[in-house]
């Protein structure tokens, strides 16, 4: 915490530490709440105190403000591990945690959401999972989806494999949900034919609201990993604004599509591979791969320098000249059909002289790129572009970093349009 | 055309030019159809014929084909001006031509799609719009919408002031469909407060296919143009897959979400402006300005070099360096509420040290950006990036551009948290 050196001193001698419950009475008002962390922007003799209506004021306080304690803050990030008799009748399901707001304890709100909680508590938390399922946990690294990278990608991959091949019957990775659609495809890749369902999910209101679809959603996923019998990588989600419905999206198919409602995970250019009601049953809209009993393989490696950029009117081939000209991998999201400018043309041929591959998707996110529609498309696929389907920009950018790192330079364009793991549909429709 | 010199006489002697219907007698076999014009990317003595079924093939002649003219080409792109007698009790629009497929007259799955129909074919092909107005054709160019930029902007912003101030009772301007959303916000702030409606209108299906939206588009944009007494700049497209609804959407909440389908175009985090069914008439679904007498100005000025870029996992500083250095406005579609990773963030930190303006959207598209959530926002925000609500981080690049251009440098960021026209909705919705 940033605060000032006396306001640090008062706070340690009431023995107030984060989330304790305190009065503040200032100028004949007495204010009651939970001690906040202390953002780094407020100033350092500003307290902020969650209130009981849920929301967060700053105190300034002075040498004339009173600060009592009320309660020590309840300490739900504790370590209690599950004590929970294995039942030798039930599958083994290994919760992988990975940090976001499921797995964080504090009001959204309140600007001060920490990526605490343990898997064990989020099992805690949902009881219901335990006749469901034996299900062990296992923090692998805590940190917000945003600050997700390769790495972080390739330590999940491992891990997913390690507990399959140790006996795991399905894995739940929970993951902030920003950047949970990319580790998706990531895993999808790195894992290919992998034995065992391995499910991603997330929430969009933190475990401790009351409105939270955190607990729903991580019951979902374990009904899907022991009831479907299929394997692959998957992400769940609510399907609607309501805890009664949740889709099973592909890996490499699903894209977050709202910056805050339950529901904002959508496949895209194809169904949900299944829908699960509240009971746990489960509709499959399309066939999926059966568990097996092979071993899982993680192959993890993946080119760094591989960028996305979005195609836009106005884009200046002098300004994003580095770019092109740094990158083994170029993922374009362009306009329509998969376009870009005559301006921007010479660059990107300039680009795949210089030894990169480029891939040509829709920033329209909906439909498929064609570019042997307009003269424009001709050109950019006569010098070199290539173009695959209905692909997300996003998933494309995933995979052509794998494929870069794991095939032979001649074989990265004949792996592109293949599809590995249901990232496009291999056909046209026009 | 790119034909062999042996090839292009032949073709000439003939008297076979582009969209001739001609026959071509090879190994026994006799093809009919309309010769299309070469590809760049053809082989020399290649002819592309678009035959019965719509399709086209491509015929390798040798020195033993026959080729023979049997129709000179049907010239819709002739052009014979509308003479239409005007009817003083209607009032005037002008249908400003800029190119794209609603002006086009080859089927555009031969690749062959000529942006080359005049603005007068375009009126004259759909003869029911003179009952509802006297439409004057004016064309200012013929591009691909692809190939749109910034200076293309600038001339149809002053077209349509110059036009307005000549009279007209309101604007058509009829644009390719990929870029349109842009096009569509560029006039929006340039022509700030128009005192009449500018209605942008493109079709995904090209005008000489029986399942055209031109027509029904155009006369669709004529009758709000006509009927609804507002003002304003629109889009105006199909709402649905068949021709009896269209949207009007506010000109900088429109985004192309599909790369095909006739209803591609969908208004962002707000509702369409108005509804239009077949018979023309108009449902409101907000106060609209009213049209008014004053005069239409165009501030066209433009910031060129400010860039639009998606964030994504893996996004690397090193090679995006250049971007953000030479950049006077940044705009940021981030993960979720609006982030980007702790990796990226100390560049952008040091763009805007280097003066630049760096504006956070989202790239979930639905929803709105809240940098004050997590604390990784919080960051972002006390190093000088700024949020503005539910803003398309495409109208956020158009916006940026524009306000970089027109006003001081101190005025910049509270231009761009000012709604200016309709392009965000000012409130927090949690």
Not at 300 to 323: A, K
Not at 379 to 401: H, M, N, R, W
């Amino acid at each position: 915490m940033s605060y000032s050196i006396d306001l640090s001193k008062r706070l340690e001698e009431s023995g107030i530490i984060e989330n304790s419950k305190i009065s503040i009475e200032k100028d004949g008002m007495t204010y009651v709440g939970t001690i906040m962390p202390h953002p780094n922007l407020s100033a350092p003799d500003v307290i902020i105190l969650k209130v009981a209506n849920g929301y967060n004021i700053g105190i300034r306080v002075d040498q004339d403000s009173k600060i009592k304690i009320i309660d020590k803050p309840i300490t739900t990030n504790q370590k209690i591990e599950a004590k929970i008799k294995e039942n030798k009748n039930l599958p083994t399901l290994v919760l992988v945690s990975t940090g976001g707001t499921i797995a964080s304890y504090v009001d959204y709100r309140t600007g001060a959401v920490h990526p605490t909680l343990s898997a064990s508590d989020m099992i805690n938390s949902v009881p219901e999972i335990n006749k469901i399922a034996n299900v062990r946990a296992r923090v692998l690294f805590s940190v917000l989806s945003e600050n997700m990278n390769i790495s972080h990608w390739q330590e999940i991959a491992k891990a997913v494999a390690e507990e399959i091949n140790n006996g795991a019957d399905g894995i739940i990775v929970s993951h902030g949900t920003d950047t949970m659609g990319y580790t998706a495809a990531a895993l999808s890749f790195m894992l290919g034919n992998v034995p065992k369902p391995v499910v991603l999910v997330g929430s969009q209101r933190s475990s401790d609201r009351p409105s939270s679809d955190a607990p729903a959603n991580l019951i979902a996923c374990a009904q899907f990993c022991v009831k479907s019998g299929k394997s692959g990588v998957y992400v769940v989600m609510h399907d609607t604004l309501s805890d009664d419905s949740f889709a099973v999206h592909i890996g490499s198919r699903v894209r977050k599509m709202h910056t805050s409602r339950r529901d904002a995970f959508k496949s895209i250019n194809i169904e949900p591979a299944a829908n699960i009601d509240k009971y746990g049953n489960i509709t499959f809209n399309m066939d999926l791969p059966l568990i097996s009993e092979s071993r899982a393989i993680a192959r993890t490696g993946m080119e760094m320098s591989t960028v996305l950029l979005q195609y836009y009117p106005g884009m200046n081939p002098y300004v994003f000249r580095d770019v092109f000209m740094k990158s083994k991998g170029i993922v374009i999201a362009g306009s329509g059909l998969g376009h870009v400018s005559d301006t921007m043309a010479p660059l990107v041929g300039e680009a795949i002289k210089n030894g990169a591959i480029v891939i040509m998707t829709s920033q329209c996110i909906n439909g498929q790129t064609n570019m042997n529609v307009y003269n424009t498309g001709r050109d950019l696929a006569s010098a070199g572009i290539v173009s695959v389907f209905d692909i997300l920009p996003e998933t494309a950018y995933v995979k052509l970093s794998w494929v870069l790192a794991n095939y032979s330079k001649d074989e990265v364009i004949e792996i592109m349009k293949t599809p590995l793991c249901r990232e496009f549909s291999n056909r046209r429709v026009f």
